[in-house]
């Protein structure tokens, strides 16, 4: 498949904007190019706007060479690149199959470019026929996420492949949860399929939702293009300083990962146990979906005690669900609590 020619022709043809800290790349000790204020702050320096340092070790954990790699001001960032890329307002249009994450359809909009949704099926699985079957040339996006957010399933793999080997445009595979899931990456496949793009985040398992860093691996035509039109410093010092250092303790990060695992799994066994929770999905992440018999009165007295959780009782496919990510153990238990109240 040709990347090129799914790009719009104004970023084709584009000429980037050159940062002072790009155009000179050597060693040198008097800075007196990109009017920084010269006085020490640690702060003072524009950031790496390639963050290389910080690439190369994210390059070494996931396997992936530094030239596939694309950081941005969070996975929201990769989203609203894309879009800006390869569609058109107006005229093209991307892909996405609810219940899913609201942030396709935001960016969409934001852009003015339409969004065809095609419901997944009853167990939240991706409808591989009738998916192509919306696809006509202006089909520029398809996003995918697995784990799935709210419904906390994986994709089947095959579907995934399915949609790989047939969709014409770019494929993202939105992985915020990979870390919770037993199912492999599908950063591996970035290699076959030039027009796969993967995402993860350094919002969920890495306990870092409050610096914005969002990883995206894909071929480096497509990182190319997302170079080209990021910001110049896009990714800010106090966040590459930030997230080398929680790099630094991937130990830490794992038993966060199990924690939640097993927590995971108490939560789910103790919500089935209510009678006024009708099912409890089975989770792949670190939240659960779980449909109630009077979702907005629990969710209003939950609020009461303290307690939000995530109303989607109104999504298509999921009504009467709330969600609850996963929490600390001493918070879990207080959730319990409250639900033993509320009988
Ligand atoms: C939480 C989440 C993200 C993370 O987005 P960031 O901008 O990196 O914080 C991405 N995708 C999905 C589906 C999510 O639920």
């Not at 050159?18 to 640690?42: H, L, M, Q």
């Not at 915020?176 to 969920?204: C, G, R, W």
Request: net charge negative.
């Amino acid at each position: 498949m040709n990347i090129e020619t799914l790009v719009r022709p104004n970023i084709r043809a584009l000429s980037p904007y050159s940062s002072a800290r790009s155009e000179f790349k050597g060693k040198a000790e008097i800075f007196i190019d990109a009017n920084e204020n010269p006085f020490e702050t640690g702060m003072n320096r524009y950031p790496d706007p390639l963050q290389w340092k910080l690439k190369a070790q994210i390059s070494k954990i996931k396997e992936v060479p530094v030239e596939n790699i694309f950081l941005g001001n969070g996975s929201d960032e990769v989203i609203d690149l894309l879009i800006r890329i390869f569609c058109e307002p107006r005229v093209d249009h991307v892909l996405s199959l609810p219940p899913t994450y609201g942030m396709y359809k935001v960016s969409a909009g934001i852009a003015d470019v339409k969004i065809k949704e095609v419901l997944l099926t009853e167990d939240y699985q991706p409808r591989v026929a009738e998916t192509m079957e919306a696809v006509n040339e202006h089909t520029k996006i398809l996003f995918l996420c697995s784990p799935n957010n709210p419904t906390a399933n994986d994709m089947d793999p095959s579907r995934v492949e399915a949609l790989l080997e047939q969709f014409p445009g770019i494929v993202v595979i939105d992985e915020a949860y990979i870390d919770f899931s037993q199912q492999t990456s599908f950063i591996q496949h970035i290699e076959k399929y030039p027009n796969l793009l993967v995402m993860q985040t350094f919002s969920k398992a890495w306990g870092l939702a409050g610096i914005r860093l969002g990883m995206a691996f894909a071929s480096t035509e497509i990182i190319q293009y997302l170079n080209k039109v990021k910001p110049p410093y896009n990714v800010n010092q106090l966040t590459q300083s930030a997230a080398l250092e929680a790099l630094q303790d991937t130990a830490k990060q794992s038993e966060w990962v199990s924690t939640l695992l097993e927590e995971r799994e108490t939560l789910s066994t103790s919500l089935a146990q209510y009678d006024f929770v009708q099912k409890v999905y089975p989770s792949n992440a670190n939240f659960i979906m779980a449909k109630v018999e009077r979702p907005k009165e629990l969710y209003q007295f939950l609020v009461q005690r303290g307690i939000i959780v995530r109303d989607r009782s109104n999504v298509p496919l999921c009504e009467g669900c709330l969600r609850f990510t996963v929490g600390r153990p001493d918070e879990n238990r207080k959730l319990l609590a409250a639900l033993n109240a509320y009988i």
